[in-house]
């Protein structure tokens, strides 16, 4: 009598576990399923949704403030595409406009592709309302790598400080600069691949 009262408790431990094991694995698969289902690439007809609004002003201009690129040792953009030496950067985060070498929408170390040689040029370029076509046309084919990178932006500014900062489409080979001179870029396709 003992020996069948253990089976019975081995029997239903051994059910028990099997149920708990069956049902941890079958929500492991959803759970696998749906991050593969995020992860999959949006319907060709379905457009992707992007949060960027391109509009001629920005809700921080009507405070008076400026949101800045910040990193620049000698120069800094502010988000009107104002370009100026960090000396002549006013406590608004705005350059001063009244400097003589504070330029708007410069693309003074920039080629015709879109690269830069310095950052601070690249992000001043990006924002000319003449690149917003481009820039559009840019999101709408964003590769799917980036599109976590690029919908989480809230404007053209944010768009072209993330879209100058070097990337991987800026190397080659990992540890190469594709354009050693002109690595900062926002146009639509990365610099050419130079030779090996």
Known sequence: RRLLRKRWVLGVVFG??????LTSTFKQEERMVRDRNLLQVQEQEQPIMWKVKFSSGN?????????NSV??????????????????LLVNGCCNVNVPNTKLYSCESCLPNGCCSVYEYCVSCCLQPSKQHLLERFLNRAAI???????????????C?????TSSQ?????????????KYCYGEYPPELLPV
């Open 145 to 159: 790598a980036f599109q976590n990178l690029f919908m989480a932006v809230e404007d053209r500014f944010e768009l």
């Open 59 to 67: 809700s921080s201009q009507l405070s008076n403030q400026c949101r």
């Open 161 to 165: 400080l993330a879209k100058c900062r």
């Open 71 to 88: 990193q620049g040792k000698l120069l800094i953009t502010d988000e009107l595409g104002y370009i100026c030496e960090r000396k002549d």
């Open 16 to 21: 028990l576990s099997l149920v708990y094991f």
């Open 170 to 182: 800026s190397v080659q080979h990992e540890n190469t600069y594709r354009d050693p001179i002109a």
